[in-house]
């Protein structure tokens, strides 16, 4: 496609329960982030891949989370035990290698924790 | 984040009207991102600005970075409806691929 995809776009789940966020990133860029981003703030970063390598997961809040990207395209955030303070919009963004590249984000999937 | 700050948080202005948004940095910038948000869509990009004194231009958008590459502007000129949303400076630090952002401008505009 043209652009970042993610799905799904909303997602409501029930505390402790185990969520996978999709994200499939413009054809040839090498880099892909996932960011937080809270009503009202500016997204805020959690992991970095370079292809298939996750260079930086520095912004996880927690154990709970973890990405993938097993074949440097595709990569899925993964969520478990979910807890209320992990509703949030999830954004995917991906760009060319390097510094001074800009990202190009996807439309975020909305989770929200009952 | 405190390292970058935005403002103003909120902005209503008449259509037609010019107007600036700020985003200061606590620390040198590397390269400095503009980005428009609408209300439950992603992040739309406008203009990277890397150089000191670097200015760039897009139909009725100008950003700019100062000399000192700490401090950006966006200015908007004869803002239309369509300027509506959230603007969000993103700073890009040395040494570091990921994007640190603002809390965002929510611009309105008034027919």
Same mark, same amino acid.
């Given at each position: 496609?043209?652009?970042? !995809?993610? !799905?799904?776009?909303?997602?409501?789940?029930?505390?402790?329960?185990?969520?996978?966020?999709?994200?499939?990133?413009?054809?040839?860029?090498? !880099?892909?982030?996932?960011?937080?981003?809270? *009503?009202?703030?500016?997204?805020?970063?959690?992991?970095?891949?370079?292809?298939?390598?996750?260079?930086?997961?520095?912004? *996880?809040?927690?154990?709970?989370?973890?990405?993938?990207?097993?074949?440097? %395209?595709? %990569?899925?955030?993964?969520?478990?035990?979910?807890?209320?303070?992990?509703?949030?919009?999830?954004?995917?963004?991906?760009?060319?290698?390097?510094?001074?590249?800009?990202?190009?984000?996807?439309?975020?999937?909305?989770? %929200?924790? *009952? | 984040?405190?390292?970058?700050?935005?403002?103003?948080?909120?902005?209503?202005?008449?259509?037609? $009207?010019?107007?600036?948004?700020?985003?200061? #940095?606590? $620390?040198?910038?590397?390269?400095?991102?503009?980005? $428009?948000?609408?209300?439950?869509?992603?992040?739309?990009?406008?203009?990277?600005?890397? +150089?000191?004194?670097?200015? $760039?231009?897009?139909? +009725?958008?100008?950003?700019?970075?100062?000399?000192? +590459?700490?401090?950006?502007?966006?200015?908007?000129?004869?803002?239309?409806?369509?300027?509506?949303?959230?603007?969000?400076?993103?700073?890009?630090?040395?040494? #570091?691929?990921?994007?640190?952002?603002?809390?965002?401008? +929510?611009?309105?505009?008034?027919?």
């Amino acid at each position: 496609g043209a652009g970042v !995809s993610q !799905s799904p776009r909303y997602k409501v789940a029930k505390r402790g329960q185990d969520v996978a966020l999709r994200c499939d990133p413009i054809s040839g860029h090498v !880099s892909l982030f996932w960011y937080q981003q809270a *009503l009202g703030q500016g997204p805020e970063f959690l992991t970095y891949f370079q292809n298939e390598a996750q260079l930086d997961k520095s912004g *996880l809040p927690s154990d709970r989370f973890f990405a993938e990207r097993p074949e440097g %395209s595709v %990569s899925t955030l993964k969520i478990q035990r979910t807890q209320q303070e992990d509703s949030a919009v999830y954004l995917c963004a991906s760009s060319f290698w390097g510094l001074n590249q800009p990202q190009h984000f996807g439309d975020g999937t909305r989770l %929200s924790i *009952l | 984040s405190q390292e970058l700050e935005q403002s103003p948080q909120s902005l209503i202005v008449q259509e037609g $009207k010019n107007l600036t948004i700020n985003c200061t #940095s606590s $620390k040198t910038l590397y390269g400095l991102y503009w980005y $428009k948000q609408k209300y439950g869509e992603g992040l739309i990009f406008l203009m990277m600005l890397q +150089k000191g004194g670097e200015e $760039k231009s897009h139909e +009725k958008i100008t950003a700019k970075l100062d000399e000192k +590459k700490q401090q950006s502007s966006l200015h908007i000129t004869a803002s239309q409806p369509s300027h509506a949303g959230i603007y969000l400076c993103g700073a890009e630090w040395a040494g #570091s691929y990921q994007l640190t952002f603002g809390k965002g401008t +929510k611009l309105s505009v008034i027919p």
